[in-house]
């Protein structure tokens, strides 16, 4: 079992930046991937951001953040992390993280979100 706790949403203006936190507990040795995924109420919920952890942490992104979002993992903290820069009106969603276990389970865990809210 993996745990994945986010903080950091809020309120933004357009252009602001915000940082989101996901803390990680459990079974962190299972996990291959890190990331994030966001979504709007009615909508799908859309890959933002993710790291491989086994490969020298590479990261991959969504077009719609490239250039704009960072994400980064701190292995001693068990913290993944997301900066968002540029902030635009249409990033308002509900962010959540999550941690693919490939090694152990072959399932994936789900934070419970946290909001984002970007005004123009």
């Known amino acids: 079992q993996v745990h994945l706790v986010e903080s950091g949403g809020g309120l933004a203006q357009a252009g602001g930046s915000l940082r989101l936190s996901c803390a990680v507990s459990?079974?962190?040795?299972?996990?291959?991937?890190l990331g994030w995924y966001r979504q709007v109420p009615g909508e799908e919920r859309d890959l933002v951001a993710k790291?491989?952890?086994?490969?020298?942490?590479?990261?991959n992104y969504a077009d719609f953040v490239k250039g704009r979002f960072t994400i980064s993992s701190d292995s001693a903290k068990k913290t993944l992390y997301l900066q968002m820069n540029s902030l635009k009106p249409e990033d308002t969603a509900v962010y959540f993280c999550?941690?693919?276990?490939?090694?152990?389970?072959?399932?994936?865990?789900w934070g419970e979100g946290t909001l984002v809210l970007v005004s123009s």
């Open positions: 790291i491989t952890l086994s490969s020298g942490d590479r990261t």
């Open positions: 459990g079974d962190t040795i299972c996990i291959k991937d």
């Open positions: 999550y941690a693919w276990d490939d090694y152990c389970n072959a399932d994936t865990y």
